[in-house]
């Protein structure tokens, strides 16, 4: 999974979203040994305190205005596709 861009790679793509999440942030990159270590006993540990949401569509719905809202401000940046080293060459027919 891809957790730097959790909003978009993991809630809006699969439909699903992780409820209680005790780290500051989806990237475990970012996270330190503590705050993987509780999240971690979150997800496996004897009260569950965090699990995986399945979204209604009207949340879906909702979260995907939300997304759109914060490209058109600039707090998420869509990463452009690379171009393909063969574009504008013609194919073989």
């Known amino acids: 999974m891809e957790w730097k861009h959790y909003d978009m790679k993991i809630v809006e793509l699969h439909s699903v979203q992780l409820v209680c999440w005790p780290g500051k942030t989806f990237d ?3 996270l330190t040994i503590s705050d993987l270590e509780a999240c971690v006993e979150a997800l496996q540990g004897s009260k569950l305190t965090c699990y995986w949401h ?3 569509t009207w949340e879906i719905t ?13 707090v998420i940046v869509k990463k452009p596709r690379k171009k393909h080293s063969d574009a504008g060459v013609k194919r073989k027919t």
């Open 28 to 30: 475990p990159h970012v």
């Open 54 to 56: 399945k979204m209604s």
């Open 62 to 74: 909702e979260h995907r205005e939300n997304i759109a809202k914060k490209m058109a401000t600039g």
